[in-house]
């Protein structure tokens, strides 16, 4: 028989106190811990700030000195952040692209601006209408700040983070927001399901910035890359506009593939991870993904974009071939193309290397990525 052995509560807390000490000890976990804090208080103060302007009827800008104290209080902190922890955070995306610093703050900044016209285009008309939105939007800067803590103490503990009281009030606070407007006041009615998802998807992303990640999955069928302020699409095994085994023409990516992601039938009422602003890539913007993942096929990373193999090696950009001969004679024995029937391909042995130097005939049936964001 085996008999218990009580540890005294003293025992007990050094025990405690050697495993959390060694965490602390980190630079790493405690850099992503503050940063973590910080874009916190950063985002929360954002979003009261777009509430704030909304239930007012003006543009953020409005509010100039808020504006300012955001800024401040966000740019101090981070900067003794990255002195107290003995400058070993990691300062850049990915360890090269922009500053995690900026990227973060830009990052909160287009999520905020896409939350206030989500619930409502940011300018909402009535005195109701608008203090509805208002309220929203608050409650959406609580849940950012909440996830984002959550996020911290799991980093601290080195345990999945738990979203659950978080989730419960801001269920509870939207559902105040639209019984206080009552019925058909609100810009936006019945959306808690579908802005939660929206909102766990930006904190995800922020947390994830806030490690110096430059690459990751949105579990919504996409892959978000900070460096360079882009979203691509993955494929699924599942049927449907992603499927890994669709192929379309250079034409049908723009007739078929994007009106099915941005839902062109249904008026953009139910598209793509709650986009409508997906497009063809251009080859430069296949290229920044390409570099970052040190690979002449990024088809082959497949944690981040699932059942690539099967899809092929190439897909469509947009770009034009770069070396049509316009003297080409044929006469001499030259294979001469009409540059209207060619389009540059990525992916491939050396495509990002070379340049777009060949490409595929349009009419050729291809796999297609869809791009959002900017360079």
């Not at 874009?39 to 504006?67: D, E, H, M, P, W």
């Not at 409502?120 to 509805?132: M, N």
């Not at 034009?320 to 389009?343: Q, S």
Request: proline share 4%; hydrophobic share 35%.
């Amino acid at each position: 028989m085996f008999s218990k052995i009580r540890l005294p509560t003293s025992t007990l807390a050094v025990i405690f106190l050697s495993v959390t000490a060694a965490q602390a000890a980190d630079p790493l976990v405690n850099c992503r811990e503050d940063r973590l804090r910080i874009l916190a208080t950063y985002a929360g103060c954002q979003l009261k700030l777009a509430s704030r302007a909304v239930r007012k009827g003006v543009t953020a800008s409005y509010f100039t000195v808020q504006y300012y104290k955001c800024e401040t209080k966000y740019s101090g902190k981070m900067g003794d952040s990255l002195d107290e922890n003995a400058r070993e955070c990691p300062i850049y995306v990915g360890g090269w692209g922009e500053s995690i610093d900026a990227a973060a703050r830009d990052r909160v900044l287009a999520d905020a601006a896409e939350l206030a016209t989500l619930l409502g285009g940011g300018v909402s008309p009535g005195l109701q209408a608008r203090k509805c939105e208002s309220r929203k939007l608050k409650a959406s800067g609580k849940y950012i700040a909440c996830r984002l803590k959550a996020d911290r103490a799991a980093t601290h503990k080195a345990e999945q983070p738990d979203y659950a009281k978080c989730e419960a009030r801001f269920a509870n606070s939207w559902a105040k927001a639209e019984l206080k407007a009552g019925a058909g006041i609100c810009p936006s009615e019945g959306d808690a399901a579908s802005t939660n998802t929206r909102i766990a998807t930006i904190s995800r992303g922020i947390s994830t910035l806030a490690a110096g990640d430059n690459l990751w999955s949105s579990s919504l069928g996409t892959v978000i890359d900070h460096n360079c302020s882009l979203e691509w699409t993955t494929f699924s095994d599942a049927g449907g506009v992603t499927d890994k085994d669709n192929r379309y023409t250079w034409w049908a990516v723009s007739t078929e593939y994007l009106p099915a992601l941005n839902n062109g039938n249904g008026a953009g009422a139910s598209c793509f991870a709650g986009y409508c602003d997906w497009r063809m890539p251009s080859f430069s913007e296949s290229g920044c993904l390409h570099f970052q993942l040190d690979s002449t096929d990024i088809y082959t990373n497949e944690p981040l974009f699932p059942h690539a193999h099967n899809a092929g090696s190439t897909w469509w950009t947009s770009g034009v071939l770069i070396d049509v001969d316009p003297d080409c004679d044929p006469d001499f024995g030259y294979v001469c193309v009409d540059e209207d029937d060619f389009a540059c391909t990525a992916g491939g042995p050396g495509w990002g290397v070379n340049g777009c130097l060949a490409g595929e005939l349009k009419e050729t049936p291809l796999p297609a990525r869809a791009v959002r964001g900017r360079l």
